[in-house]
């Protein structure tokens, strides 16, 4: 079973800067492609960013493009969302997501294990 756990959430002034981690276990991390959604209160979970296996391809949400990178070190079971210019209306959970196939998918429902989450809150 994988298991996946996010890391690295907090409050942020509008402007700043997280990096979040998601550490992977049990699993075969170097073949998966993974990605992070976020959910803020009341709304729909939504794609973020993702990478495939390799680390060759990245795939990012609109709003965040040139803001954030998403990275990943196989040799560690991790990825990680460096969060750039924070927005206020950014506040959300922050979610780790698994892909088994490999590619990177922008759709939550094409992901295959899931972490807990982390709180990221940016204040105006």
């Known amino acids: 079973q994988v298991q996946l756990v996010e890391s690295g959430g907090g409050l942020v002034q509008a402007g700043g800067s997280l990096r979040l981690s998601c550490a992977a276990s049990?699993?075969?991390?170097?073949?998966?492609?993974m990605g992070w959604f976020r959910q803020a209160p009341g709304r729909v979970r939504e794609f973020v960013a993702g990478?495939?296996?390799?680390?060759?391809?990245?795939a990012y949400e609109d709003s965040v493009k040139g803001r954030f990178t998403i990275s990943r070190d196989d040799a560690k079971n991790t990825v990680y969302l460096q969060m750039n210019s924070l927005k206020s209306e950014e506040t959300a959970v922050y979610y780790c997501?698994?892909?088994?196939?490999?590619?990177?998918?922008?759709?939550?429902?094409?992901?295959?294990?899931w972490g807990q989450g982390t709180q990221v809150t940016v204040s105006s």
């Open positions: 997501a698994a892909e088994t196939g490999g590619f990177v998918a922008v759709v939550a429902a094409n992901y295959d294990y």
């Open positions: 049990g699993g075969a991390f170097s073949s998966y492609a």
């Open positions: 990478i495939n296996w390799r680390g060759s391809r990245t």
